[in-house]
């Protein structure tokens, strides 16, 4: 089992849905958790960051970090077009490495 | 959020000759980089991580002598392509790990390398 589990899609969806992206884990031992959305031809730019169980809120993005199931979810309300990018969890615990999921292309149709 | 920049964008070269890649964190200190591939369409593949003042670390299968790694100083990391070939053609992303917190892990805007 991969310590980090992520979908690849691709996703599509039309203007304005509430997209819904999930990552599994396997390592008890991660304590942070990232998102990073990705442009084509562009390193990933960091999104959310979170540490503890719960919610947390930034605009239209809500990350989601459930410790108790290994499960982090990232939420994008009002999805526009130009969030159309490949979004990466990422996680990191003991170790000074991140873990990355494989990453999951989202389109957001006009 | 805090700043990484990467230097060059994009880089053609000869086979054979080498390329210097620059990552720097910009706003605050890093004391550890990561140096990332990523080929068309896959996740960031983790080459080696870089403490500042001692030698990388390089991930298995990942040849030390063929990509060297300097992090000279708590801002500045570089890797240097050596004896390119064509098959080193690919994108090459920094990651330097600090900010608020210390944990936060911030990207440079990669580099496309293209050996011909």
């Known amino acids: 089992q991969k310590e980090v589990e992520q979908d690849p899609g691709p996703l599509s969806v039309p203007e304005g849905a509430i997209v819904s992206l999930n990552c599994t884990y396997s390592n008890s031992a991660f304590q942070y958790f990232m998102w990073y959305r990705q442009y084509s031809r562009k390193g990933p730019e960091l ?13 239209r993005f809500t ?3 459930d410790k108790s199931s290994k499960y982090i979810s990232l ?3 009002d999805s526009q077009p130009s969030d159309s990018a490949t979004y990466l969890c990422a996680m990191v615990g003991g170790s000074e490495k991140l873990v990355f999921g494989k ?3 989202l389109t957001v149709n006009p | 959020g805090a700043v990484v ?3 060059p964008s994009r880089v053609i070269c000869k086979s054979g000759t080498s390329v210097k890649i620059e990552c720097r964190s910009l ?12 080929f068309p369409k896959k996740s960031l593949m983790l080459m080696a ?10 991930e298995q299968g990942v040849e030390k002598d063929k990509f060297l790694i300097n992090h000279a100083s ?26 608020k917190r210390g944990t936060e892990a911030f990207f440079g805007q990669g580099t496309r390398l293209t050996v011909v």
């Open chain 1, 47 to 59: 999104l959310m960051y979170t540490y503890s169980s719960g919610n947390k809120e930034d605009g």
């Open chain 1, 63 to 65: 990350a989601q970090v």
């Open chain 1, 75 to 77: 939420f994008i309300r």
């Open chain 1, 103 to 105: 990453g999951m292309k």
């Open chain 2, 5 to 7: 920049s990467q230097h």
């Open chain 2, 27 to 38: 706003d605050f200190q890093a004391t550890t980089m990561f140096w990332y591939r990523q």
């Open chain 2, 49 to 58: 991580t870089s403490n500042e003042g001692s030698k990388a670390t390089y």
């Open chain 2, 74 to 99: 708590l801002t500045l990391s570089t890797l240097t392509v050596t004896s390119a070939h064509p098959e080193d053609s690919s994108f090459y992303i920094c990651s330097a790990r600090g900010g």
